[in-house]
């Protein structure tokens, strides 16, 4: 089984503040997802990653997929309220059709 | 198209009963995935289709669980003989090609009291 484990848990912080959240695996996965869920609603895709080592900026967004493909981290610069919601990391394995998700992280920016 | 739609979104049941729940996936899409989330958690894996094969179905998934896809076009997931522990979020998503991008509906909320 395929576990991802993402920390931190909770994370609240202030309007502008800096953050990261990781995502945790002793799996090898061949792409990595990160996805964005509001309340009452599906998860949103943010970014794919899928080389090991590799960077992806979206604004104030910056995800990095580990050496490994193990493991990738989501950073946030001066983060905003709309930044809010509940972020899963989701990997996919080789030859295995589906997305494991991970434990996810629900961030509160608080104005 | 305007993307993935579950019905009902909400549904109230007492323990015992069964529930059924449709998708209608983006109609470009072949594969068709449910999860299932509780609150605050990441989505657990429940089964998959290739069009109208179901390809994998979680160990988890209790016999009281059953998914189809007549046609390859909408699913139905039925849980019968409910328990309170199946209360949580059923999410239902498709994408376009393997560990392409998934798009989710607003789900289905389910309470078993």
């Known amino acids: 089984t395929q576990l991802l484990e993402q920390s931190p848990q909770f994370l609240s912080i202030q309007e502008g503040e800096n953050l990261t959240v990781y995502c945790n695996s002793s799996?090898?996965?061949?792409?990595l997802q990160w996805y964005r869920q509001e309340p009452g609603e599906g998860p949103v895709l943010l970014v794919t990653v899928v080389t090991g080592g590799e960077v992806k900026k979206l604004k104030r967004l910056t995800f990095q997929f580990g050496d490994a493909r193990k493991d990738s981290s989501l950073h946030i610069t001066a983060a905003q309220p709309g930044d809010t919601g509940l972020y899963l990391c989701?990997?996919?394995?080789?030859?295995?059709?589906?997305?494991?998700f991970g434990t996810g992280t629900r961030l509160t920016i608080i104005p | 198209d305007t993307g993935v739609s579950q019905d009902p979104r909400h549904k109230i049941t007492k323990r015992g009963q069964n529930v059924t729940f449709r998708c209608d996936p983006i109609s470009e899409h072949n594969r068709l995935y449910w999860y299932r989330q509780t609150l605050g958690q990441g989505p657990e894996f429940l089964t998959y289709f290739q069009n109208e094969a179901q390809l994998e179905k979680s160990r988890l998934l209790s016999d009281r669980f059953s998914a189809e896809r007549p046609k390859g076009s909408f699913s139905t997931l039925e849980i019968q003989r409910t328990e309170q522990g199946d209360s949580a979020m059923y999410l239902c998503a498709s994408s376009l090609w393997v560990s392409g991008e998934l798009f989710f509906g607003e789900g289905s909320r389910l309470t078993v009291l």
């Open positions: 799996s090898v996965f061949s792409s």
């Open positions: 989701a990997g996919a394995g080789f030859g295995n059709e589906k997305l494991t």
